[in-house]
């Protein structure tokens, strides 16, 4: 039955999977063409003076797409389910509800990781061929905190899909809205990283708000 459910989710975003990657590795093939071009353009010690002084994020373009990608996966996931009530159906199968929406989120959340270790190895190695280790290191490090949003945001989208209240869907709605907010008020290189260990952190309490809506769902609102 495992299987039978693996290949049920895996047909539901195969296509939608397909289209984040290609967004996502075209965003990271423009960085790295942006900054080829700033180098030819400008002296590189210019270049240098405006990433290791001025704290210049070469790679802001790629600030959303994390979270754009964790929105559409979970809503091509979960969003046919609740839209022909085919989950409700699920949930009575003969195997724990828990069990069943830990698998399901565990595919979901292993998909969106896979796709932000491609982001994070060509952040790295783009600013690695221009830019001293330090630097290359502290733009991956830049980057995991939008990176935590596309988690949030793939956790909080889930949770109000299956929320069958309304007052509820607008407060985690809210809460995740802030949450998200908060990872993207950091400026310049590294500004979130003595952070990053409460803040993922915060992924445990989020992935378990899903457990409690998927609760609801299945009775009802109850």
Not at 141 to 146: E, K, N, Q, S
Request: charged content about 15%; glycine content about 8%; aromatic content about 16%.
């Amino acid at each position: 039955m495992w299987r039978s459910i693996l290949l049920k989710e895996w047909l539901k975003i195969r296509w939608f999977l397909a289209a984040a990657l290609i967004v996502n590795l075209g965003f990271s093939i423009k960085i790295f063409l942006d900054i080829r071009n700033i180098l030819s353009a400008e002296h590189a010690q210019m270049v240098w003076y405006q990433a290791i002084h001025l704290h210049t994020v070469f790679h802001d373009d790629m600030r959303y797409v994390p979270l754009l990608t964790g929105l559409t996966l979970a809503a091509a996931q979960f969003f046919p389910e609740i839209l022909g009530r085919r989950m409700r159906i699920a949930l009575h199968l003969p195997m724990a509800r828990d069990g069943m929406i830990f698998f399901c989120l565990a595919f979901g959340l292993g998909v969106v990781g896979a796709i932000f270790l491609v982001d994070a190895l060509f952040i790295h190695l783009t600013m690695r061929a221009y830019f001293p280790f330090e630097v290359a290191v502290s733009a991956v490090m830049t980057a995991v905190p939008w990176f935590l949003a596309g988690f949030w945001g793939y956790l909080g989208a889930v949770a109000v899909l299956l929320e069958t209240a309304w007052p509820r869907r607008v407060f985690l709605f809210l809460v995740f809205s802030v949450l998200i907010a908060m990872l993207y008020s950091g400026v310049g290189y590294g500004w979130l990283t003595p952070a990053l260990p409460w803040l993922g952190a915060l992924l445990l309490p989020a992935f378990l708000c899903v457990f409690e809506s998927a609760r609801r769902f299945q009775r009802g609102g109850a």
